[in-house]
């Protein structure tokens, strides 16, 4: 059994900051990347950042400069600082695994960020 489980979710206002973790447990075998989606009410769900097990990163132009992610492979662990946050951040914001055979996904932690 494969389970992600997302803390770190809250209310925060513009500007704040929050930092979430994302720890996997069970056999996952050869990780290409793990990284978060989000999605708002009433939109498609979309990648956030993303890590790969060798460092590369890449992010949402929406996110860059603002969110960093980091990963400690040996824990199968993933983080995602988010500073300067917004409202339009405002999200269930998810982790995900890729592995070469299969896709893991964690049930959400809400970020509501206020004006």
């Known amino acids: 059994q494969v389970q992600l489980v997302e803390s770190g979710g809250g209310l925060v206002q513009a500007g704040g900051s929050l930092r979430l973790s994302c720890a996997a447990s069970?056999?996952?075998?050869?990780?290409?990347?793990m990284g978060w989606y989000r999605q708002a009410p009433g939109k498609q769900r979309e990648s956030v950042a993303r890590i790969t097990t060798g460092g590369s990163t890449n992010y949402a132009e929406s996110v860059k400069g603002r969110f960093t992610i980091s990963r400690d492979n040996a824990k199968n662990t993933v983080y995602l600082q988010m500073n300067s946050l917004k409202p339009e951040d405002t999200a269930v914001y998810y982790c995900?695994?890729?592995?070469?055979?299969?896709?893991?996904w964690g049930q959400g932690t809400q970020v509501t960020v206020s004006s």
């Open positions: 069970g056999r996952i075998f050869s990780i290409n990347y």
């Open positions: 995900n695994v890729l592995t070469s055979w299969d896709n893991y």
